[in-house]
């Protein structure tokens, strides 16, 4: 008999709460246009994220700071459960979000800072043979910088332990100036096989660093009837699956990616600068593809819309993410505009057999119709082999060095361009802790002279000038830190 009761009470409970799940559907869709009015009402137009006294934070880093009322804070006040489905959340909350800073699960890291955040954000997608490489750029960047960094590190997930151990067994005093975190490669799950495959392996995940994925979430409510409790684990169970979306780098307003083949010869914090230099209207940053139309290749064979008059090259591209999040962009594909996640899949549909460099062309497209969108910065911050293989043409590296080199084609791995590499292996060799002087430019400047055959070993005087800026200033802040008898650290 009490079997019996049992399961009538189950099927009660089962009715009254697919009663509750349709009433909340329909309450949110006469709700959903309410819902956008106020949202759009909210949101001020072209924001900056770098004008004084605006309503967004002062300077790149954690969106939890953009605001007077913090979104992370509002969100934990939500509580996300049957009754209170995540499609009843505002509309500028993300559900997994409030699911996971709610009662049903606390992230114990979510409490944002008050200060500032003088962090530089990075993010870089490593897959296949890659770890050494994008350890190296790491150590590039580390051992310029001035300021603390934090790593935001897309991996296949056989490459986690080598990072972890890795970044681990470096000295004390140089981790104390970044923090990493580790993500797996990450995917809609609709096409991840054609995404994964579009170009180098895993090269558009780049592609959605700014935006919700779907994903499946299984959160298991479970009833057990008893005189005493309601909680417990037996046979008689309820099972509430729910569904949300993972949003990839939610506290990150400003974000610079680069491709694991690249090298800082200047302090990352001279790159990230650049944001303070966006109008109202650009959310991303770019280098052109070509300085020269003749050689260029998009200008010569591009048989899709590309950006300006030789193309972009998405190897280092800078972000404010607030804004790209944001942003309904013009497209060819309707007379309505998308935001970022909407756009991607059909441009691929329709120019996939028209693209050659995968994510990099569809940036091209995207940004072909959205001009006003993208802040160009010179050919020395994304310098490339095709800026002296034929000649040199990048100007503002003759006049002031490289700041950033990118060694595409693989040429810190072979010897057709011993320049390129000859750098690569200057920063991998160089022991941490020991004089930049003696044991990583002069060791460089030797290497460069038997490089002089090709025209990028020529050109190699515009390596060694930013360079060597950066390693003077390095130097000069050690001692002064020794000369003032205690050791000083910057921390994250």
Same mark, same amino acid.
């Given at each position: 008999?009490?079997?019996?009761?049992?399961?009538?009470?189950?099927?009660?409970?089962?009715?009254?709460?697919?009663?509750?799940?349709?009433?909340?559907?329909?309450?949110?869709?006469?709700?959903?246009?309410?819902?956008?009015?106020?949202?759009?009402?909210?949101?001020?137009?072209?924001?900056?994220?770098?004008?004084?006294?605006?309503?967004?934070?002062?300077?790149?880093?954690?969106?939890?700071?953009?605001?007077?009322?913090?979104?992370?804070?509002?969100?934990?006040?939500?509580?996300?459960?049957?009754?209170?489905?995540?499609?009843?959340?505002?509309?500028?909350?993300?559900?997994?979000?409030?699911?996971?800073?709610?009662?049903?699960?606390?992230?114990?890291?979510?409490?944002?800072?008050?200060?500032?955040?003088?962090?530089?954000?990075?993010?870089?997608?490593?897959?296949?043979?890659?770890?050494?490489?994008?350890?190296?750029?790491?150590?590039?960047?580390?051992?310029?910088?001035?300021?603390?960094?934090?790593?935001?590190?897309?991996?296949?997930?056989?490459?986690?332990?080598?990072?972890?151990?890795?970044?681990?067994?470096?000295?004390?005093?140089?981790?104390?100036?970044?923090?990493? *975190?580790?993500?797996?490669?990450?995917?809609?799950?609709?096409?991840?096989?054609?995404?994964?495959?579009?170009?180098?392996?895993?090269?558009?995940?780049?592609?959605?660093?700014?935006?919700?994925?779907?994903?499946?979430?299984?959160?298991?409510?479970?009833?057990?009837?008893?005189?005493?409790?309601?909680?417990?684990?037996?046979?008689?169970?309820?099972?509430?699956?729910?569904?949300?979306?993972?949003?990839?780098?939610?506290?990150?307003?400003?974000?610079?990616?680069?491709? *694991?083949?690249?090298?800082?010869?200047?302090?990352?914090?001279?790159?990230?600068?650049?944001?303070?230099?966006?109008?109202?209207?650009?959310?991303?940053?770019?280098?052109?593809?070509?300085?020269?139309?003749?050689?260029?290749?998009?200008?010569?064979?591009?048989?899709?819309?590309?950006?300006?008059?030789?193309?972009?090259?998405?190897?280092?591209?800078?972000?404010?993410? *607030?804004?790209?999040?944001?942003?309904?962009?013009?497209?060819?594909?309707?007379?309505?505009?998308?935001?970022?996640?909407?756009?991607?899949?059909?441009?691929?549909?329709?120019?996939?057999?028209?693209?050659?460099?995968?994510?990099?062309?569809?940036?091209?497209?995207?940004?072909?119709?959205?001009?006003?969108?993208?802040?160009?910065?010179?050919?020395?911050?994304?310098?490339?082999?095709?800026?002296?293989?034929?000649?040199?043409?990048?100007?503002?590296?003759?006049?002031?060095?490289?700041?950033?080199?990118?060694?595409?084609?693989?040429?810190?791995?072979?010897?057709?361009?011993?320049?390129?590499?000859?750098?690569?292996?200057?920063?991998?060799?160089?022991?941490?802790?020991?004089?930049?002087?003696?044991?990583?430019?002069?060791?460089?400047?030797?290497?460069?002279?038997?490089?002089?055959? *090709?025209?990028?070993?020529?050109?190699?005087?515009?390596?060694?000038?930013?360079?060597?800026?950066?390693?003077?200033?390095?130097?000069?802040?050690?001692?002064?830190?020794?000369?003032?008898?205690?050791?000083?650290?910057?921390?994250?």
């Amino acid at each position: 008999m009490r079997c019996y009761f049992h399961a009538f009470f189950l099927c009660v409970v089962f009715t009254f709460c697919s009663l509750l799940y349709v009433l909340s559907k329909v309450a949110s869709s006469l709700e959903e246009g309410e819902e956008e009015s106020s949202v759009r009402n909210r949101r001020v137009p072209h924001r900056s994220s770098h004008d004084a006294g605006h309503l967004l934070r002062k300077g790149p880093g954690l969106l939890g700071l953009r605001q007077p009322e913090n979104e992370l804070d509002r969100c934990k006040s939500l509580s996300v459960s049957y009754w209170n489905p995540y499609w009843r959340l505002p509309a500028d909350v993300c559900g997994v979000n409030c699911l996971l800073e709610s009662t049903l699960g606390e992230r114990p890291d979510s409490a944002v800072k008050a200060h500032s955040d003088e962090r530089s954000h990075l993010a870089v997608v490593a897959c296949g043979p890659r770890l050494e490489e994008t350890l190296t750029m790491m150590k590039s960047a580390v051992l310029f910088s001035q300021k603390p960094l934090h790593f935001y590190i897309f991996a296949e997930d056989n490459l986690h332990e080598g990072f972890r151990h890795s970044l681990d067994s470096w000295p004390s005093t140089v981790q104390t100036k970044f923090k990493f *975190t580790l993500y797996s490669i990450t995917f809609p799950k609709e096409n991840a096989n054609e995404w994964k495959k579009l170009f180098k392996p895993c090269a558009s995940q780049r592609l959605f660093l700014p935006v919700c994925l779907e994903s499946s979430f299984i959160y298991m409510t479970i009833i057990h009837i008893r005189d005493d409790y309601i909680f417990a684990t037996c046979p008689h169970y309820f099972f509430l699956l729910l569904s949300f979306f993972q949003l990839i780098l939610k506290e990150v307003d400003s974000l610079l990616y680069v491709d *694991t083949d690249i090298l800082f010869l200047n302090p990352v914090e001279d790159m990230w600068a650049l944001l303070s230099q966006f109008n109202s209207s650009q959310l991303a940053a770019m280098a052109p593809e070509h300085e020269e139309p003749r050689i260029g290749w998009y200008n010569r064979f591009a048989r899709h819309p590309y950006y300006g008059k030789t193309g972009i090259n998405s190897g280092v591209m800078l972000m404010n993410m *607030t804004r790209l999040r944001e942003k309904l962009f013009k497209n060819d594909l309707t007379t309505v505009a998308l935001h970022w996640e909407q756009i991607l899949m059909p441009l691929l549909q329709k120019y996939k057999l028209n693209i050659t460099w995968g994510d990099q062309d569809l940036l091209n497209i995207i940004f072909h119709h959205n001009p006003e969108s993208l802040y160009m910065f010179p050919c020395q911050w994304n310098y490339r082999p095709d800026h002296c293989m034929y000649g040199s043409n990048c100007q503002q590296a003759e006049q002031e060095g490289v700041f950033i080199l990118h060694g595409n084609r693989g040429v810190y791995h072979n010897d057709k361009q011993p320049a390129f590499r000859a750098v690569y292996e200057a920063i991998q060799k160089y022991p941490f802790g020991e004089n930049m002087e003696a044991l990583l430019l002069e060791p460089l400047e030797e290497s460069l002279q038997a490089a002089t055959h *090709t025209y990028c070993g020529r050109a190699s005087h515009t390596f060694t000038r930013s360079l060597k800026q950066s390693v003077t200033s390095v130097q000069q802040d050690v001692t002064q830190r020794r000369q003032s008898g205690h050791h000083i650290e910057i921390t994250p």
